[in-house]
């Protein structure tokens, strides 16, 4: 198993360019999230889907969207990147069942913005 | 909203040497949970705390929870050069298991 992968690993933009960031699970998890992680800062949630067909805002979801593709794979879109997009985002994912909280992370994608 | 503090922010110690990182919550948790992140790396899963006042060990490392839940440890006795990063609690976010607030991490640097 793969556990949690994210495409592209790195990635340089021009201030106003949009791109998509992808990420799949192999593990069969309902929740998935994706995270940026800026120096200092921890790791802060973007936005999240509790399952197939849902997502909902995390704590810092302006200038991002994303789409619950299917169970497998949640992808998130900047439309007009900015300089303070400029960051290390990754992808996570969760299982269900008693006490299995815990979070898988991918390798993370790092995302440069000039 | 809630929030999650850890100290110190970073510690760098001798080889050999203990370790200890705080994390203290706004609220009272249901559960916490307690991340490694290598440079360079991503953050993995080290164990979940449910219990007022548990303790649990793994290996060299002790992770404590409060009795009253809203405040956690972890210990790591005898550092070694391959204990180095970024060590980082979390607790669920809002009352909902779905989300978790981080703390901000504490950098651990191991001086060989």
């Known amino acids: 198993n793969a556990g949690v992968t994210q495409t592209p690993k790195f990635q340089v933009l021009k201030t106003g360019q949009s791109m998509t960031l992808q990420c799949a699970q192999d593990m069969n998890h309902n929740s998935m999230y994706w995270y940026r992680q800026d120096p200092g800062m921890g790791l802060r949630l973007i936005y999240y889907s509790a399952s197939e067909g849902t997502t909902d805002k995390g704590e810092v979801p302006n200038g991002y969207n994303v789409s619950r593709l299917n169970k497998r794979e949640f992808s998130l879109r900047l439309e007009s990147a900015a300089p303070s997009q400029t960051s290390v985002y990754f992808c996570?994912?969760?299982?269900?069942?008693?006490?299995?909280?815990?979070?898988?992370f991918g390798p993370g994608t790092r995302l440069t913005v000039t | 909203g809630q929030q999650v503090m850890q100290i110190p922010q970073y510690q760098h110690v001798q080889e050999g040497e203990d370790f200890t990182t705080y994390c203290n919550s706004s609220t009272t948790l249901s559960n916490i949970q307690w991340y490694k992140q290598r440079p360079g790396g991503h953050p993995v899963f080290l164990i979940q705390?449910?219990?007022?006042?548990e303790v649990k060990k793994q290996k060299r490392l002790t992770f404590q929870f409060g009795e009253a839940k809203k405040n956690s440890s972890l210990h790591i006795t005898a550092t070694q050069t391959t204990d180095v990063g970024t060590y980082f609690c979390a607790g669920p976010s809002g009352g909902s298991n779905y989300k978790l607030t981080f703390g901000k991490g504490t950098l651990l640097t191991v001086n060989p």
């Open positions: 996570a994912s969760r299982g269900t069942g008693t006490g299995a909280y815990e979070q898988y």
């Open positions: 705390l449910v219990k007022s006042g």
